[in-house]
């Protein structure tokens, strides 16, 4: 078998996105009605692939630390929050029309040539509000103004007292949580890089403020690796320091990590240090103190913030790309996604050789042992060969064969995705075999 990752064609992401509608993992939204612009569903596998990628973010982020909580914050929200976190005032783009073919862009984006005809003569910049605004209640006006949030943010710190007070931490801690968010993009773009409705892994992270520095490197290095361990190639990312020109309203410093797309590198995820803006905006908005009293030190402060804020969907694209690789076996082209096996949809698909009773009901033995264990497929269709093609293109790091000699001897066929070596294991012990061939290197 040779093989040759595909990274670097240029036909990449196309391949990607081929693969993706194919098997399974993204569909155009409301693709039957012409689809609806810069909108997907995540079909059987790219939900499984999405519930990966968050399990393994909060995993990280939530179940081995002592020293961070989670939340679910609402969705919709009130003009005051949005007001007091400055997004009705500031959280716009600079939009413009081009005067040759009418098609608006975002302005920072196009280089002054129009994507669409080429033109090079735009109207003035605008600012363009990104939030969606909608009413609640059966009364449209002022008083049932509401917002979709266009972070997840907000919400945590509207609930650092609550957390606080019920969570019994005291800073350093954090507050994570996974949710959608909602952004009116003036021009989505590059399949699920940037969409108007998207989910966000994000964690607030509070400290006292001599703090923030060195807690600020912590979590940059803590998020590379994470990247990393999941298999992203360390060529592919790099850590881009925001110039303090070019910092949002609210950060005394940032850094993204970026990930090496098709078309350059670009954001997978930023660190911000926020400062103590976004407690004391809504602390002044709200009358109520978010503040820490340390009661060794004597000291009340209103602690910094450490953002942490990375998309779902971009994690799992940046996956993806990193993953998707073609070589050759048995002189034909095979294409695998070698993901790691915590985000590959399914861990483990069980194969019987053929449709014979006596085969498939050792083999649904043998389903019902790992189950519990491992999300698994279940596939009795079209040749063995073929079957396991279907299985590296979507990922699965183990298929497992059951035939005839299993009857007789009581083991079946082990076959790892990315070196095709085949062992031979016994159902007693299978289980055992499959957490050794998925522990860590």
């Given at each position: 078998?040779?093989?040759?990752?595909?990274?670097?064609?240029?036909?990449?992401?196309?391949?990607?996105?081929n693969l993706?509608?194919?098997?399974?993992?993204?569909?155009?939204?409301?693709?039957?009605?012409?689809?609806?612009?810069?909108?997907?569903?995540?079909g059987?596998?790219?939900?499984?692939?999405?519930?990966?990628?968050k399990?393994?973010?909060w995993?990280?982020?939530?179940?081995?630390r002592?020293d961070?909580?989670?939340?679910?914050?609402?969705?919709?929200?009130?003009?005051?929050?949005?007001?007091?976190?400055?997004?009705?005032?500031?959280?716009?783009?600079?939009?413009?029309?081009?005067?040759?073919?009418?098609?608006?862009?975002?302005?920072?984006?196009?280089?002054?040539?129009?994507?669409?005809?080429?033109?090079?003569?735009?109207?003035?910049?605008?600012?363009?509000?990104?939030?969606?605004?909608?009413?609640?209640?059966?009364?449209?006006?002022?008083?049932?103004?509401?917002y979709?949030?266009?972070?997840?943010?907000?919400?945590?710190?509207?609930?650092?007292?609550?957390v606080?007070?019920?969570?019994?931490?005291?800073?350093?801690?954090?507050?994570?949580?996974?949710?959608?968010?909602?952004?009116?993009?003036?021009?989505?773009?590059?399949?699920?890089?940037?969409?108007?409705?998207?989910e966000?892994?994000?964690m607030?992270?509070f400290?006292?403020?001599?703090?923030?520095?060195?807690?600020?490197?912590?979590?940059?290095?803590?998020?590379?690796?994470?990247?990393?361990?999941?298999?992203?190639?360390?060529?592919?990312?790099?850590?881009?320091?925001?110039?303090?020109?070019?910092?949002?309203?609210?950060?005394?410093?940032t850094?993204d990590i970026?990930?090496?797309?098709?078309?350059?590198?670009?954001e997978?995820?930023?660190?911000?240090?926020?400062?103590?803006?976004?407690?004391?905006?809504?602390?002044?908005?709200?009358?109520?103190?978010?503040?820490?009293?340390?009661?060794?030190?004597?000291?009340?402060?209103?602690?910094?913030?450490?953002e942490?804020?990375?998309?779902?969907?971009?994690?799992?694209?940046?996956?993806?790309?990193?993953?998707?690789?073609?070589?050759?076996?048995?002189g034909?082209?095979?294409?695998?996604?070698?993901?790691?096996?915590?985000?590959?949809?399914?861990?483990?698909?069980?194969?019987?050789?053929?449709?014979?009773?006596?085969?498939?009901?050792?083999?649904k033995?043998?389903?019902?042992?790992?189950?519990p264990?491992?999300?698994?497929?279940?596939?009795?269709?079209?040749?063995?060969?073929?079957?396991?093609?279907?299985?590296?293109?979507?990922?699965?790091?183990?298929?497992i064969?059951?035939?005839?000699?299993?009857?007789?001897?009581?083991?079946?066929?082990?076959?790892?995705?990315?070196?095709?070596?085949?062992?031979?294991?016994?159902?007693?012990?299978l289980?055992?075999?499959i957490?050794?061939?998925?522990?860590?290197?």
């Amino acid at each position: 078998m040779s093989s040759s990752p595909d990274t670097t064609t240029s036909d990449l992401l196309d391949k990607v996105i081929n693969l993706c509608k194919r098997r399974g993992f993204i569909f155009p939204s409301a693709e039957i009605y012409g689809g609806f612009r810069s909108a997907y569903d995540y079909g059987p596998l790219g939900v499984l692939m999405l519930r990966n990628v968050k399990n393994a973010w909060w995993h990280s982020m939530v179940q081995m630390r002592e020293d961070v909580v989670g939340i679910d914050a609402a969705i919709l929200g009130p003009p005051a929050v949005w007001a007091a976190s400055g997004h009705l005032e500031t959280f716009t783009d600079p939009l413009v029309d081009c005067k040759k073919c009418h098609e608006r862009w975002r302005e920072d984006k196009i280089d002054g040539k129009c994507p669409n005809c080429g033109g090079t003569d735009f109207t003035e910049p605008r600012a363009f509000n990104l939030m969606f605004k909608t009413s609640a209640g059966p009364v449209e006006g002022e008083g049932s103004t509401a917002y979709l949030r266009p972070e997840t943010a907000q919400g945590m710190f509207v609930n650092f007292a609550n957390v606080l007070s019920t969570s019994r931490k005291k800073p350093p801690f954090g507050i994570a949580q996974i949710g959608k968010s909602f952004r009116n993009e003036i021009t989505p773009q590059n399949f699920v890089f940037r969409t108007r409705e998207f989910e966000q892994m994000e964690m607030e992270y509070f400290v006292p403020p001599a703090d923030a520095v060195q807690w600020h490197e912590h979590w940059i290095e803590e998020r590379f690796n994470w990247y990393l361990a999941l298999g992203i190639p360390e060529e592919s990312l790099r850590r881009y320091v925001h110039a303090p020109e070019d910092l949002s309203h609210y950060s005394k410093g940032t850094t993204d990590i970026e990930f090496k797309f098709p078309w350059g590198f670009d954001e997978l995820e930023g660190i911000a240090n926020r400062g103590d803006y976004d407690l004391g905006a809504h602390s002044k908005a709200s009358g109520e103190k978010l503040e820490y009293f340390d009661q060794a030190t004597n000291e009340r402060y209103t602690p910094y913030v450490i953002e942490p804020a990375a998309g779902v969907t971009r994690a799992m694209m940046a996956f993806l790309l990193s993953a998707y690789h073609e070589d050759e076996v048995e002189g034909e082209t095979r294409t695998v996604l070698q993901l790691d096996w915590r985000l590959a949809p399914y861990q483990i698909a069980v194969l019987p050789l053929s449709k014979k009773p006596e085969l498939e009901g050792v083999a649904k033995e043998v389903l019902s042992k790992l189950q519990p264990h491992f999300m698994c497929d279940f596939d009795v269709t079209q040749s063995i060969g073929r079957r396991y093609r279907r299985q590296d293109e979507v990922g699965t790091p183990l298929c497992i064969t059951v035939d005839f000699d299993t009857l007789e001897d009581r083991a079946v066929t082990v076959r790892d995705r990315d070196t095709t070596v085949q062992t031979r294991v016994k159902i007693d012990d299978l289980l055992h075999h499959i957490w050794e061939a998925m522990a860590p290197a």
